[in-house]
């Protein structure tokens, strides 16, 4: 029982280490993420290691820097990533900008094989995502892209 009442203050008497080592870890790992989950932990270790020089003990810090962790992600967290994303560009690109994208059929297209011009000039293989095959030159709209084949349904403008 002596060893192990030695070792609890051993850990007690040294709890602050290891709470800076949590620090430096969650930001290494907040700089290669840049999320904020990683920054709230260490938001969360640095009140722990508060509550160590404070003379709490380890236990109950480790409980405060618990729940200081889940209220910094809970309430700080998404505040800050709104106001990061707040200057995105919100126009779509790549892939995305072609869903919803009309074009033509320039030849029939069926669940196995057609090809469309889109209006952005791209031609595209393609296919239909229902049984009725699209007759050349009807409207269409892009519906996803598989691959180098883009899905699509006729339009009835």
């Known amino acids: ?7 609890v203050q051993f850990i007690d008497q040294w709890a602050w280490i290891g709470w800076l080592i949590l620090i430096a870890l969650f ?9 904020f989950t990683f920054l709230m932990l260490s938001f969360g270790s640095l009140v722990g ?3 160590d020089f404070v003379g709490i003990p380890v236990w109950v810090q480790v409980l405060v820097a618990a729940a200081a962790a889940a209220l910094f ?12 994303r707040r200057g995105e560009d919100p126009t779509k690109s790549n892939v995305d900008a072609l869903i919803d994208l009309r074009g033509t059929a ?6 196995i094989s057609g090809q ?8 595209w293989t393609a296919r239909t995502s ?28």
């Open 1 to 7: 029982m002596d060893n192990f009442a030695t070792f």
């Open 27 to 35: 930001l290494v790992i907040e700089m290669l993420t840049l999320d």
């Open 49 to 51: 290691l508060v509550t």
């Open 73 to 84: 992600i809970l309430f700080l967290r998404p505040p800050l990533l709104k106001r990061l």
């Open 106 to 111: 320039l030849h029939e297209i069926t669940q």
């Open 116 to 123: 469309v011009k889109l209006s952005n000039g791209d031609t």
């Open 130 to 157: 229902t049984s009725v095959p699209i007759p050349q030159g009807s409207p269409v709209a892009v519906t996803a892209i598989n691959g180098a084949t883009a899905t699509v349904r006729p339009v009835n403008d």
